[in-house]
């Protein structure tokens, strides 16, 4: 989820508070049922987050996605060029700023998805979830994925959507070459005796949001080796500037693009300069949408986050 738009920020925050804090899923879930299910007319019937059983009589040609990071999924999958609709922030690959927008994120054009009539909508649980039900009165397959909040998670949403458009082996490669990605930078941040304290943000002055322990941002932070002085709260929470100067984070990232110099400002904030990451200018921008969705790319957010916190591990 990219977090764009200031206005969306709290209630997509609150939306993702309670996808995190939902179980996880397991990795490869619908794998079993989608084998025993096929029929001698080739039907197969796969299994999306909500339990719901999504029998295709074929494998489908065209896909509608209603969240970037699924986007980003059918892409590395090799299936974006089926995809015939999407969000207004599916920004990678380049390829995908092409496609018809049908959804903002919070709420979708259901009229429109309708008319466009694809083989199958990869819907998720943040938002207006009655549009899955309008989807579906319509005759349309939808196939919904829970918000990840773990790396686990991403994994599973990678096979469960390549499962519904019979593309396994391709998923297998994809998580393979992200576990070798993390795997990488775990080894050149072993040698690391003292984990630095981090603060993210994800929202700025006056409104401030950081992330904590049920998230997926946690997780990249921890398989980064960086210690995120939240990791006490849980989810996507809104803090006080006093008590980000008391926990006195030795590094601060912000993942905020869509205000003038958001760096600066955060240098700049009255009161702050006795905070160590101030004093030292340890200040990152880093991409959102890298950083925050949950998609195919999370090996390179890891190694993203961990570069720019210990950029002596990787001059080695």
């Known amino acids: 989820m990219n977090f764009l738009s200031k206005k969306y920020l709290a209630p997509l925050a609150i939306a993702l508070l309670l996808a995190g804090c939902s179980d996880t899923k397991e990795t490869g879930k619908g794998t079993e049922e989608s084998d025993s299910s096929k029929s001698e007319t080739g039907s197969y019937t796969v299994v999306d987050d909500r339990g719901v059983e999504v029998t295709f009589e074929e494998v489908p040609k065209t896909i509608v ?29 380049e ?38 039900e309008q989807l579906e009165n319509a005759g349309l397959k939808v196939f919904v994925i829970k918000t990840a909040a773990t790396v686990d998670d991403v994994y599973g949403d990678i096979q469960q959507m390549a499962e ?10 994809i998580v393979s070459n992200i576990q070798g990605q993390i795997e990488a930078v775990q080894e050149k941040t072993a040698s690391i005796d003292e984990k630095k304290k981090v603060y993210f943000e994800i929202s700025p002055s006056p409104d401030i949001w950081s992330v904590g322990s049920g998230t997926f941002q946690q997780e990249i932070i921890d398989l980064a080796g960086v210690e995120n002085i939240y990791e006490d709260q849980q989810g996507w929470f809104a803090v006080s500037e006093e008590d980000v100067i008391t926990r006195n984070p030795e590094a ?5 693009n ?27 921008l880093l991409s959102p949408d890298i ?22 591990a990787f001059k080695k």
Do not use: C
């Open 65 to 93: 996605s209603l969240q970037p990071s699924n986007t980003e999924i059918l892409f590395e999958l090799g299936a974006g060029d089926q995809i015939i609709g999407a969000s207004e922030y599916d920004t990678y690959p």
């Open 95 to 132: 390829e995908a700023q092409k496609i018809e927008r049908v959804t903002d994120t919070m709420t979708v054009n259901t009229e429109r998805v309708i008319e466009l009539g694809p083989d199958v909508v990869f819907a998720y649980t943040i938002g207006e979830e009655s549009h899955v």
């Open 252 to 256: 601060i990232i912000s993942t905020v």
């Open 258 to 284: 869509y205000t003038e110099d958001p760096k600066g400002e955060i240098l700049s904030r009255e009161g702050w300069s006795t905070i160590s990451a101030i004093q030292n200018e340890e200040v990152f």
């Open 291 to 312: 950083m925050d969705r949950p998609g195919p790319r999370i090996g390179e957010a890891v190694e993203l986050i961990a570069e720019t916190i210990y950029p002596e």
């Open 164 to 173: 519904v458009l019979k593309l396994e082996k391709e998923a297998d490669d």
